[in-house]
C-alpha cells in the first residue's frame, strides 16, 4: 500500500508538473490553457501525466477513422503511386504546420495538433469529389430535419469524433473530446479566404453540434491557427501533385506567386508560416496573413482552381466517382427503407458484402435514436476508404458465382 501511495504521489507531482510547465512556455496572452478547458461531454478524470489537449491528440491518432485517411483521397486518386498526398498525409502536414506557428508565438501546440490531426476526419474518399456527391446526395433529400442538410466535411468530422468513432473503455460512443478540440474541428473551414481571423468571443457555449454552414469562427486562436495552416499545407502542395498528375499540362505560376511565396512546396510553406508569424507579433489578437503576401496566396488558389481542380482531366474521374458512390448510396437507402428500423444493425445469412457491413455500421455507431437512412447512409459512406468503396461497389455490381 505504502509502494501504491508513493507511485499516486508521485504521478500527481508529474501532473502538476506538466501544467507548470505548460503555463511558462505558453506565453502568448490568448493562449488556451489546458486548465482553463470547459470540458468533455462526458466528465472523466484528469490523466496523471498528459494534459486534456494531449490526450485528445493521441485519441485521435489512435481511432480508426485517422488510420483511414491514409487511404482516402486528397485530389488525385492514385494508390499507385506512393508519394502523391492522401488525406492522412495532409492531415499530418496542418498538424505540423499549426504546431510549429503556436510553438514560434507561445501558443497551446498541443490544443492546435489534436484539432489538425482531427480536422478531415469525415472527409468522404475520393477528395472533394466525393464531398460534392454526399452533398447533392442529403440536400436533394431535405425534409426539414437538421440531419439532412447537406453535406460539409467539417460537421461530418465532428460527428465522427462525436457520435461514429469509439476510443472504447468506458466511452459508450464517440472520442469525448474537449469543447475546445471539438470547436476547432467544426470551425476550421480551409476553403475561406479570409486574410485575417480572430477567435470568436469566449462567451459563446453554444455546442458546436449546433452550428451550420462554414462561417463560424473557431473560439479558440489555436483554432484560428489551424483554419489558416489548411491553406497553407494544401495550396504548396496540391500544385506538387499536379506537376505529376497533370504532367506536361501546367502553365508557370503566376509571377506574384513566385515573387512572394516561392517556386516549390517548402518556399511556399515555409513564406505563408513565418508571414502568420510576424504578423501576429504585431496584433496578437489575430491570426492572417500581410497583404502582400495573401494577395499571392489568392493567386495561387485561383491558379490551382483554373488549371487542377476544374481541369477537363478531372471531370472523367469525377464522372466516374458520381456513379460509383450514386450505386452505394441508393442500394443501401432502398435496404434501410425496406426493413424495420430495429433491423438496421442485425445482419441476415445470406447477406452480400454491401448489406453486411451496412449492418455492422449501423450495429457500431453511437445512434441513440437513428436517424433518417439517407443519413445513415451518409455517414457509412464517408467513413469509406477509396478502396473499400470500390470492394463494396464491386459487391453491389458485379454477380456472385451461384456454384
Known amino acids: 500500500m505504502d509502494d501504491e501511495r508513493q507511485t499516486d504521489a508521485g504521478l500527481e507531482t508529474i501532473a502538476l508538473g506538466r501544467l507548470s510547465e505548460e503555463r511558462r512556455r505558453l506565453h502568448h496572452r490568448a493562449a488556451t490553457l489546458s486548465s482553463a478547458s470547459r470540458g468533455r461531454p462526458v466528465p472523466e478524470p484528469d490523466d496523471s501525466v498528459r494534459t486534456c489537449y494531449e490526450r485528445d491528440g493521441h485519441r485521435i491518432l489512435h481511432a480508426k477513422p485517422f488510420r483511414r485517411l491514409r487511404n482516402k483521397t486528397q485530389v488525385f486518386f492514385s494508390p499507385e503511386n506512393d508519394h502523391i498526398a492522401t488525406r492522412m498525409d495532409h492531415s499530418l502536414y496542418v498538424a505540423t504546420i499549426s504546431r510549429t506557428i503556436c510553438r514560434a508565438l507561445g501558443l497551446n501546440d498541443d490544443l492546435a495538433f489534436a484539432i489538425a490531426l482531427g480536422h478531415d476526419l469525415g472527409h468522404p474518399p475520393f477528395g472533394h469529389s466525393g464531398e460534392r456527391v454526399l452533398d447533392q446526395f442529403l440536400t436533394r433529400r431535405t425534409s426539414g430535419e437538421a440531419d439532412l442538410r447537406g453535406f460539409v466535411h467539417e460537421a461530418q468530422s465532428l460527428r ?175 435496404h434501410l427503407e425496406r426493413r424495420p428500423v430495429d433491423r438496421w444493425g442485425v445482419s441476415e445469412p445470406g447477406f452480400p458484402l454491401h448489406l453486411g457491413a451496412l449492418a455492422r455500421f449501423v450495429a457500431g455507431a453511437g445512434y441513440d435514436t437513428p436517424p433518417p437512412p439517407a443519413r445513415v447512409v451518409v455517414d457509412f459512406i464517408s467513413l469509406m476508404t477509396d478502396g473499400y468503396a470500390f470492394k463494396i461497389f464491386e459487391s453491389i455490381s458485379i454477380p456472385q458465382a451461384i456454384v
Open 160 to 334: 465522427v469524433v462525436d457520435l461514429l468513432a469509439s476510443s472504447g473503455g468506458a466511452i459508450s460512443k464517440g472520442l469525448n473530446l474537449t469543447y475546445e478540440v471539438r470547436d476547432g474541428i467544426r470551425c476550421h473551414c480551409g476553403e475561406s479566404t479570409d486574410r485575417e481571423v480572430r477567435p470568436r468571443d469566449r462567451l459563446d457555449s453554444r455546442d458546436p453540434a449546433t452550428f451550420t454552414g462554414r462561417g463560424t469562427l473557431p473560439i479558440t486562436i489555436e483554432g484560428c491557427v489551424v483554419r489558416l495552416a489548411d491553406r497553407i499545407a494544401y495550396l504548396g502542395r496540391d500544385y506538387e501533385d499536379a506537376q505529376v498528375a497533370l504532367s506536361g499540362l501546367l502553365p508557370p505560376l503566376p509571377e506574384v506567386v513566385t515573387e512572394r511565396l516561392g517556386q516549390d512546396n517548402r518556399q511556399v510553406i515555409n513564406s505563408l508560416a513565418v508571414d502568420v508569424i510576424r504578423m501576429n507579433q504585431r496584433r496578437p489578437e489575430v491570426i492572417g496573413f500581410s497583404p502582400a503576401i495573401h494577395e499571392a496566396m489568392i493567386a495561387l488558389r485561383s491558379f490551382n482552381y483554373s488549371n487542377i481542380y476544374e481541369n477537363e482531366r478531372m471531370d472523367d474521374y469525377r464522372g466516374k466517382i458520381e456513379a460509383i458512390l450514386k450505386r452505394i448510396f441508393e442500394v443501401s437507402l432502398d
